[in-house]
């Protein structure tokens, strides 16, 4: 007797260069952690110390907002059977910035202005997948870069008092995510894709600036600021594969 078993399912070839483009949504978090030194601590002086002990609250913290991303990727894949092992590298832009202003009343009264960026990021990671009929699932991750950007002022509204603290750096860290790839012929496909990156930490210094006969008596209240930077996205992309041996 004759037996007959359904054919194999064709698993799609996804070997060799592609490049495609993507855009979605980012959601990017920034963690500050400020202090206030000089004149603002002076044990002597109880007047600065509850000004001091009134604005660390606003200059502490964390702050989020989402916006939206999109960039271009380029990568190759070697594929054994269904198992893949690929190289991505890619870079996007993101849009917007966080900012808020906030009032608070001590002994004088003060107004706090923080804002934060990330202007874009630049990821190069490594592939591994799995690929089942015309898809594939893979994980991911690696190197990332991104241009940072940080700015701290606190305004005394009752004299003319400034201390301002700010940064910005390019950052390396790192990347992690997974993915979804379908594939629409031999050449194009369509993905799915998370990354979480993290930036690391920017730190800066202030102190504070005043009107002439002021200007030596203020340089001595002065700040410290640290800033930490993370963002996930979730992006929709289309791929255009060259094909490989």
């Known amino acids: 007797m004759a037996w007959c078993f359904?054919?194999?399912?064709?698993?799609?070839?996804?070997?060799?260069?592609?490049?495609?483009?993507?855009?979605?949504?980012?959601?990017?978090?920034?963690?500050?952690t400020?202090?206030?030194?000089?004149?603002?601590?002076?044990?002597?002086?109880?007047?600065?110390?509850?000004?001091?002990?009134?604005?660390?609250?606003?200059?502490n913290g964390g702050s989020a907002r989402t916006g939206a991303t999109g960039g271009v990727a380029v990568g190759y894949n070697w594929q054994m059977n269904s198992l893949l092992l690929g190289v991505e590298a890619d870079v996007s832009a993101l849009d917007g910035k966080d900012s808020t202003t906030r009032f608070v009343t001590a002994?004088?009264?003060?107004?706090?202005?923080?804002?934060?960026?990330?202007?874009w990021t630049a990821t190069l990671r490594g592939r591994l997948g799995v690929a089942f009929d015309s898809s594939l699932i893979y994980v991911?991750?690696?190197?990332?870069?991104?241009?940072?950007?940080?700015?701290?002022?606190?305004?005394?509204?009752?004299?003319?008092?400034?201390?301002?603290?700010?940064a910005s750096a390019t950052k390396a860290g790192w990347t992690l995510g997974a993915g979804f790839e379908?594939?629409?012929?031999?050449?194009?496909?369509?993905?799915?894709q998370y990354l979480h990156v993290d930036l690391g930490s920017e730190s800066s210094s202030s102190a504070g600036v005043c009107p002439p006969p002021s200007v030596a008596a203020?340089?001595?209240?002065?700040?410290?600021?640290?800033?930490?930077?993370?963002?996930?996205?979730?992006?929709?992309?289309i791929s255009y594969?060259?094909?490989g041996p």
């Open 34 to 59: 400020a202090e206030l030194g000089g004149e603002w601590s002076n044990a002597l002086n109880s007047v600065n110390q509850i000004d001091r002990d009134a604005l660390l609250p606003l200059l």
């Open 6 to 32: 359904p054919a194999a399912a064709q698993v799609a070839d996804w070997r060799g260069a592609y490049i495609g483009g993507f855009a979605g949504a980012a959601w990017i978090d920034s963690t500050s």
């Open 218 to 237: 203020c340089a001595v209240y002065t700040g410290s600021q640290k800033v930490e930077f993370a963002l996930d996205s979730v992006t929709a992309g």
């Open 241 to 243: 594969r060259f094909g």
């Open 140 to 166: 991911t991750g690696g190197l990332a870069l991104g241009e940072v950007k940080y700015s701290q002022s606190i305004t005394q509204l009752n004299f003319p008092y400034v201390e301002t603290g700010a």
């Open 182 to 192: 379908q594939a629409l012929d031999d050449e194009w496909s369509l993905r799915l």
């Open 107 to 119: 002994i004088s009264p003060y107004r706090v202005e923080k804002s934060s960026d990330v202007d």
